[in-house]
């Protein structure tokens, strides 16, 4: 007989998942053997999951709701994890980047130089868009190793093509460390056109249904597929955990329909440039409470960058771009900016 229960949902049924979670708080790292470090053989599993259940104050608590009150509790009922808690020392850098791929190779040559540098330019906070599963390792390396630099998890559009369902175990249990703060960079990219238009919609659906599942916020990509993504996103449910609309470039119309659903919109250097008409009207319409800002690093550069590599350093530009078209102040967008990225992300 076909099991019709979806793939995420059948993860998260799984015992597979209690015994990644308690191998995933011994690890010190994710490196290359990632994936052998979270398996085990029939009864190594059955052991771990019942060493695990013995410290839960609720038995019957699911495997997503075991995930959910580890990350709320930062382990206060869970001995057996060792996560690192990291402190605001950024008081005075009140810049919030929602979106950019430090783990992109272009930074492979002076990534440390840079972030150093981003920090400096008052940046306080980095969402780092996880876009493949090697992506999402770096990434959470990333954000273990850097105070100000939080992750996702997740596989682009560009990627699913050869995205199986022991994926979606592996990123499940990534979830465990708690600077994981969503999912993404999900979607659909009917542009590139990398994957069949239905393998697309199948794994973003599967995504959509993980995020939902773990209670964390979407990082979603859509790029020519505007239907289709707000048509899937709504059918699952997407806008109970919330989420942001990576580098928006839909209608005005479309914008108000996902701020009508509690979603952000994340605006970035295409702002700046002297043809963006379109997202120059989001811009005036919107709240400034329903926006991000982003660089998508190193991609997207704002004028006067344009064509060069981008870092979070660039901001500035987009902030001040914002301020103009609304007519405030750039400290009151990037204040308010900065309140919208903690409230989405829950820092």
């Keep these: 007989m076909t ?20 191998i995933l708080g011994l690890l010190s790292g994710c490196g290359n053997r990632f994936e052998e470090q979270l398996r085990g053989t029939h009864q190594q599993v059955k052991t771990n999951i019942d060493h695990l259940k013995t410290q839960l104050d ?7 709701l075991l995930i959910k009150k580890y990350r709320r509790d930062r382990c206060v009922h869970f001995a057996v994890f060792a996560v690192t808690i990291f402190e605001d020392e950024g008081s005075d ?41 090697n992506s999402s390792r770096i990434s959470l390396e990333l954000a273990k190793s850097h105070e100000i630099i939080y992750t996702s998890v997740g596989v682009h559009p560009h990627d699913v093509q050869d995205m199986k369902e022991s994926d979606l175990e592996i990123l499940l249990a990534m979830t465990a460390f708690d600077k994981v703060v ?18 697309q919609k199948l794994w973003f659906r599967e995504q959509i249904k993980l995020a939902v599942d ?7 990509h859509s790029r020519e597929a505007a239907q289709d993504t707000f048509d899937i996103l709504h059918e699952g449910n997407a806008h109970s955990v919330g989420g942001v609309i990576h580098c928006f470039s839909g209608s005005v119309e479309m914008a108000k329909r996902y701020v009508d659903l509690g979603y952000y919109l994340g605006i970035g250097g295409v702002v700046t440039f002297k ?38 350093s ?13 007519g405030i102040t750039p400290e009151e967008v990037e204040k308010v900016t900065w309140e919208n990225g903690q409230r989405l992300f829950r820092l």
């Design 58 to 64: 609720n038995k019957q608590l699911t495997n997503a």
């Design 314 to 326: 660039h901001l500035a530009e987009v902030i001040a771009k914002i301020a103009e078209i609304k």
């Design 93 to 133: 850098n009140m810049i919030f980047e929602s979106h950019a791929h430090y783990d992109d190779e272009q930074f492979g040559s002076d990534r440390e130089a840079i972030l150093k540098k981003v920090r400096d330019s008052g940046v306080g906070c980095i969402i780092n868009a996880a876009s493949s599963m």
């Design 275 to 312: 043809n963006a008409k379109k997202i120059t009207q989001v811009v005036e319409v919107i709240p400034l409470d329903r926006l991000l800002i982003e660089t998508d690093a190193p991609y997207l550069a704002p004028v006067p960058y344009r064509g060069k590599r981008n870092d979070s």
């Design 214 to 220: 773990l209670d964390l916020p979407v990082i979603i």
């Design 182 to 199: 969503a999912i993404g960079e999900i979607g659909l990219d009917y542009y590139y056109d990398t994957a069949p238009r239905e393998i």
């Design 3 to 22: 099991n019709s229960t979806p793939i995420a949902g059948r993860i998260v049924n799984s015992y597979w998942v209690l015994a990644a979670l308690l």
